[in-house]
């Protein structure tokens, strides 16, 4: 159902990614993996350690490199790069591609129950589906599609061929790039979080930045990027988010930087180009991440990182519950066990004095 | 409110329980805590602990098992299992349970302001509310009732007697079982996070798969499912996952797993049936996670496990920040501290058997 | 955009704020940081750290102490707390009070696309937007706002001048107190997590209980407030929750406690007045957390806090990936350390005595 309901022949593929056959040429109606796919599917072999899997798939034809060619027993595509190609094998089979495709040649398609302010702009080819609320002064360049019961407020900006799939809300003074995709249940614009300590209670500092996104941006279901307090928020070209990502206000994320589903980035905090940052880190406000910086699972970041290229981590790995309880309860005393091996590094050094002496 | 506005005599319950009354018959008009409740009130007694409660308690009667009876002042309706008899009685009480059964009585019902597509099969007796969005192709079946502003995209398909309640998001090709009940904000099906590498940025990776979800399975608020990238997600029977849950494309989760809120699941992790999973847990992609596993609260799980039945940890145990600052630095030399300790070790080895030498 | 189009003469400013001009009146058309702001701009100084900025800034006027105002080149407004007066001021600029204040002037204003139940009760001034859906009973007072698509359910009540962004989900028995403003994708009164273990698999605990919320409280984006299972969820005056966070049936948070992004709290647990939570924080469940607690990011609490006033920590801080993974190694060892420390101590206080008596 999720793949298009079409057919290539092996050659038209080899052709769309300078590919070259070994073997004979075939139809492919779809796509699978090495392990499921039958004699009319294609699949891949991105990494030689699945090469086992070769002997016994059953799939029409495989992307490989030229190095394991000869381990492919039926058709094979061989390619550079054979995860590349799969990437754009899979948009060949993508349904929603392809009806983004077909939509260029439709009139703007605006539902009925939609709710679109006179004072907006949409651009040719724009989908507005049902219950969608698009307020004052918004603009929704060419092709954009908005999902069902999605809202953008007053003065936002869709570039072109932008997708907001069902649920999604955008505050106002939002603008996105180009081709971007934000998926269902995604806020972008909601209030930073700054208040002001009194006696009295927290005094709200109102948000009056608004948040910059740039081309061809992704960004996960349910993820929150805040607006900002007096200048923006920053999300730079290319870059992609996954879901239940928060993003605080006046955060700077540098372009091409990927980052995995939950992970919070403090206040203020700029991250660099091409980082990659894994699931459920913690990044504290203020701090400035060097460009192509990795982060393993479940990190706390506190402090800047200043030199590029760089992988870092914290916390500790599972064990089993008991052991862990009698190593957590020694965590507790590691100062003191620091200290008491100085100690006796200083006796001991002693004691061999007096031997020697001896 | 929230409370069925009925009543039962406690016979009654003993009848629907299998349950002995100890004391007095009376009516019961609603559920409470020991401490709360009146003499129109049934109460429960599911963990010794609590027995001290008991003396003090105004509750018309209490749900314990036999030991406990005699400590009963008033009325007692003594079950094998409280916990379970408490559950039981709690689905009486219960506003919306007593809705859907009085809808058998009714036909569907379709607000005027729902836009449901002209393919798609709606059961009997089922509920469509005030600006939901039914998609072409979409099949739900007999008693399902769909909250407000939710959306069911193309071609995906409600079991039997399944709930979404209000602003749910179900992308296409997403298949969930009977009996299940989905809370606002989940968002099941969105795109997997997938791309591939490449010099000028990140290339996407279609995600082609859908997500098939059993029956009885309870999805939290927030939670995310994201839909497979060839092959389907696979939540099965009976899981309950609880709010703001990620889990990734291709993940498995067995039947009558459970797990906690902010945890999340990295793709393709295979989890096995009977798990309790604590809250804020991250468990890393590709893994194979044995039945009846149990992890704690804030466990990074990063290698898989084999024996079923065990308990793992991850992390450190909460300390006051001052004495937290100093063993976290002590644990940056760790390494260096269990060289110098096996230096230690042998020098001091060296230095007995030099004493015995002399 | 997001600021409000109006301008203030300084001199207005420091009636309003009880602050002393330093240098010329002047018209102020916004707010901006030092760095930024231009000529008609005002900025603050909060932190002396910044004072550097204050050189080369082209701002009109800055907010400042008077300890800080000689090194103002432009225009001071003297001010006790300059935070709390940018506080104020940016209320002044922010376009959306601006709005709410116009509303006053307003009668009732509810888009025809609105789906509100004949028995729903709403007072004078209130704001219903597109595609919003009112249950029955529902109450909402004086000056609220509803924000596009969504939704209030069953017999739920909105104190006056609260503010519901888009698509927010107001489950039934849901009660918010006056001046709250709820950000989008907030889910608050769905069901908490509750089952009773059976052989046959979990049976559900229906979830009796509502949700309370005092005045002036603000819950950020995709936050979850989850119903009681008999008695309420219970949120005090001026609590401030961030976006992401995950509050379980329950749990009562004493007034004006503030919790950053992503922490989750578990059933039950009480949470003080005036405690500051950081961000991705687990605390586990049926806990005590004293007032004026701090708890600092990614912290695991799973004990109660008896003390006022003290802050907590958990966790291990970030460290290059390679140093991290042999410390890891390390900590797996930290109770067969610890014993071999005490043994080695013990040695070598024999070996002292030993050469001692030499």
Same sequence: chains 1, 2, 3.
Avoid at 145 to 168: F, Y
Avoid at 213 to 227: K, L, M, P, S, W
Wanted: hydrophobic content about 40%; some cysteine; aromatic content about 4%.
């Amino acid at each position: 159902m999720a793949q298009r309901n079409c057919s290539y022949r092996l050659s038209e593929l080899a052709n769309k990614l300078n590919g070259v056959i070994q073997g004979l040429d075939c139809t492919i109606f779809g796509l699978n993996t090495l392990e499921k796919a039958s004699s009319n599917e294609l699949s891949f072999l991105a990494n030689s350690k699945y090469a086992s899997q070769l002997a016994d798939s059953k799939s029409g034809a495989v992307l490989v490199t030229a190095q394991m060619a000869d381990k492919v027993t039926g058709s094979a595509l061989i390619v550079e790069n054979p995860y590349l190609a799969f990437a754009k094998v899979s948009q060949l089979f993508d349904w929603r591609l392809a009806d983004s495709e077909e939509s260029e040649c439709l009139s703007a398609s605006i539902d009925p129950s939609a709710r679109v302010h006179s004072s907006a702009r949409l651009g040719a080819h724009v989908v507005v589906s049902a219950g969608v609320v698009i307020e004052a002064d918004v603009k929704v360049d060419d092709r954009c599609v908005i999902g069902p019961n999605s809202v953008i407020q007053t003065g936002s900006h869709l570039g072109a061929s932008t997708r907001l799939e069902a649920n999604v809300t955008i505050y106002p003074d939002v603008v996105l790039g180009r081709e971007c995709l934000v998926h269902s249940g995604a806020v972008i614009g909601a209030d930073g979080f700054g208040f002001a300590p009194t006696k009295e209670g927290w005094v709200k500092i109102c948000q009056l930045g608004g948040v910059r996104v740039g081309n061809r941006v992704e960004i996960g279901a349910n993820t929150t990027i805040d607006r900002g307090a007096l200048d923006h928020t920053y999300i730079g070209d290319g870059v992609k988010l996954d879901n239940h990502i928060q993003i605080a206000h006046n955060v700077n994320i540098g372009e091409q930087t990927a980052i995995a589903g939950c992970t919070a980035v403090a206040g203020s905090t700029k991250i660099g180009r091409h980082c990659t940052i894994a699931g459920h880190c913690g990044i504290t406000g203020h701090l400035t991440i060097a460009d192509y910086t990795h982060i393993t699972a479940m990190s706390l970041i506190s402090k800047s990182i200043i030199v590029t290229g760089q992988a870092y981590s914290s916390g500790t790995g599972q064990e089993k519950h008991g052991d862990w309880k009698r190593n957590v309860v020694r965590f507790r005393q590691l100062d003191n066990m620091a200290r008491r091996l100085k100690q006796l590094e200083q006796k001991i050094e002693i004691l061999s004095i007096e031997g020697l002496n001896k």
